[in-house]
């Protein structure tokens, strides 16, 4: 009887071992996961920030040229009035 209670032990044991590898590996793998998320979340908010400016040079842009326009349409209305004063 003192036998088998042993053997049993020694299954439990040896269960419990290859449970603890198994455990250990997929917490392994987990890890390596959220390295990776950790890593994409990185790149993606490099890549938010890189659009962001973008954007707001891009708008500095579209100022600039509504501010040019503005401006032509000023000397052309100038233009105009002076071209006025000239009757052939």
């Not at 036998?3 to 299954?11: E, F, K, L, R």
């Not at 455990?23 to 890890?31: I, L």
Request: glycine share 0%.
């Amino acid at each position: 009887e003192l036998v088998n209670a042993v053997d049993s032990v020694s299954a439990v044991i040896e269960e419990n071992t290859a449970a603890t590898e198994e455990m250990t590996a997929s917490s392994f793998e987990v890890s390596q996961a959220i390295e990776n998320i950790a890593s994409i979340s990185e790149e993606n908010s490099a890549a938010v920030e890189e659009v962001s400016a973008s954007a707001e040079e891009m708008s500095a842009q579209v100022q600039e040229v509504s501010a040019s326009a503005q401006s032509l349409a000023s000397l052309a209305d100038e233009l105009r009035n002076i071209v006025r004063q000239f009757k052939l």
